[in-house]
């Protein structure tokens, strides 16, 4: 074994003999005296190895470099001064691998790097400890998700990522090659969750990749992005958003649990949990808006600046909008039975930014052609969706968390592909 314990678990192990393994992370040699700063995964300590406590052998021995691979075997020892609360007397070394090229990026972070340079050396940029970090809390954000659904008995599905035709109906897909036929990388996960429920299942949960050939070039989309999605029958949009507050909730308290000490170090940012998520109607803030000196008219959608000036208004960083006028949602979102010019489809708004959206879905037939004829839109080119609702769908609702967005704003991040491990954007196809 080369490593018998992980750094983070060193403080608690004082007097007892442990063995480590990382990277260099940084290295002082005074001669008689040598310090090297140890980093693995859960943190950094300091091995001490000094002339006359250990043999002349072992310390002639320790040559390093800066993020060379390393094994370190020793006795623990409390120490008030260091950061990790304790450091190592080697006992014994092994260099595991040497660096051979020049580092083009810095993972100590004293030298800054552009964020394209650290892109396309990512496994480079990992050994930072913001970017470390993201992806730690990214790991925890899907963990709870699934977590919280598991209480909740929702049924875990696995979906392709490869359709024959465009799921949403939209022109902005990804046409591939399959065979000897024309498919397409899925949009969305929306109809095979549909699908489930009519099945029977009622209470479905995926995590899933979805791909949108849209050109843009913002901050907050990503060609490739991971949904965080559920969809419950015989439920309506408040029974999806009561579900949808207690995941939110769920899985910012284990963040703020498990690494909120170390973003609010990072990044300077608190993870707050809120007792419960505040509900807005779209008309009440609109009005709120135009009453703040913001102009917004009916019918318009929420831009960034409008939902930034919103959580400023609000005084919230956590709220949902809920009562959205059909003719700017989905075609898909049901229409109110007393005024079908407003449809029950929501969004959740985190620190300026929507990083979910959801609907009570139409499962009438007849009032999905409705809708897609009030767009312009055939039923015809709908065919293969509207013939789903025909063989007896119950009433159903779902949403939607995009995770590298959630991410991206827990983490106090100005740009989303700090939050996608190999992010594709228009121009990114490697590493």
């Known amino acids: 074994m080369q490593r018998t314990h992980y750094i983070k678990e060193a403080k608690k192990l004082a007097g007892q003999k442990i063995k480590i393994a990382g990277w260099v992370h940084d290295f002082r040699d005074l001669g008689k005296l040598k310090f090297i700063q140890v980093r693995d995964i859960t943190g950094i300590i300091q091995v001490v190895a000094k002339r006359g406590e250990i043999s002349d052998e072992l310390m002639e021995s320790i040559k390093v470099n800066k993020e060379d691979v390393v094994s370190f075997e020793g006795i623990v020892k409390e120490s008030k001064v260091a950061k990790a609360g304790a450091e190592m007397i080697p006992e014994s070394f092994e260099l595991l691998n040497k660096v051979e090229l020049k580092l083009p990026v810095d993972p100590t972070g004293v030298t800054e790097s552009e964020m394209?340079?650290?892109?396309?050396?990512?496994?480079?940029?990992?050994?930072?400890?913001?970017?470390?970090?993201?992806?730690?809390?990214?790991?925890?954000?899907?963990?709870?998700?699934?977590?919280?659904?598991?209480?909740?008995?929702?049924?875990?599905?696995?979906?392709?990522?490869?359709?024959?035709?465009?799921?949403?109906?939209?022109?902005?897909?990804?046409?591939i090659q399959y065979f000897e036929n024309k498919a397409y990388l899925v949009q969305s996960p929306q109809l095979y969750k549909q699908l489930a429920i009519i099945g029977g299942f009622d209470r479905v949960m995926m995590t899933v990749p979805v791909f949108r050939a849209e050109k843009h070039n913002t901050s907050s989309h990503l060609n490739e992005i991971t949904q965080m999605d559920i969809e419950m029958g015989f439920a309506d949009h408040n029974d999806v958003m009561d579900i949808l507050e207690q995941v939110t909730l769920h899985i910012l308290a284990k963040v703020k649990q498990e690494l909120g000490d170390e973003i609010k170090e990072v990044f300077g940012k608190e993870v707050i949990v809120p007792e419960k998520i505040t509900r807005y109607s779209y008309a009440e803030l609109i009005e709120k808006l135009n009453s703040n000196g913001f102009e917004m008219k009916h019918g318009w959608d929420f831009t960034r600046e409008a939902e930034k000036k919103l959580e400023e208004v609000l005084d919230n960083e956590l709220y949902f909008v809920y009562d959205w006028p059909t003719e700017i949602r989905a075609f898909y979102s049901m229409p109110d039975k007393d005024n079908e010019k407003i449809c029950h489809a929501f969004d959740l708004i985190y620190r300026g930014l929507e990083i979910s959206s959801g609907a009570k879905r139409i499962h009438i037939p007849t009032i999905l052609e409705d809708q897609l004829k009030k767009r312009d839109l055939n039923p015809v080119d709908f065919k293969f969706y509207i013939d789903a609702f025909r063989v007896g769908a119950p009433p159903h609702s779902g949403w939607s968390i995009g995770?590298?967005?959630?991410?991206?704003?827990?983490?106090?991040?100005?740009?989303?592909?700090?939050?996608?491990?190999?992010?594709?954007?228009?121009t990114r196809l490697l590493p």
């Open 116 to 175: 394209d340079t650290r892109l396309d050396f990512r496994y480079i940029d990992l050994r930072r400890k913001q970017t470390s970090l993201i992806f730690r809390t990214k790991a925890l954000c899907a963990h709870a998700f699934r977590e919280k659904l598991g209480e909740l008995e929702f049924i875990e599905i696995h979906t392709s990522a490869i359709t024959g035709a465009a799921t949403e109906g939209g022109a902005d897909v990804f046409p």
């Open 403 to 426: 995770l590298e967005r959630l991410v991206m704003k827990i983490c106090a991040q100005d740009n989303i592909r700090e939050c996608m491990l190999f992010p594709r954007d228009r």
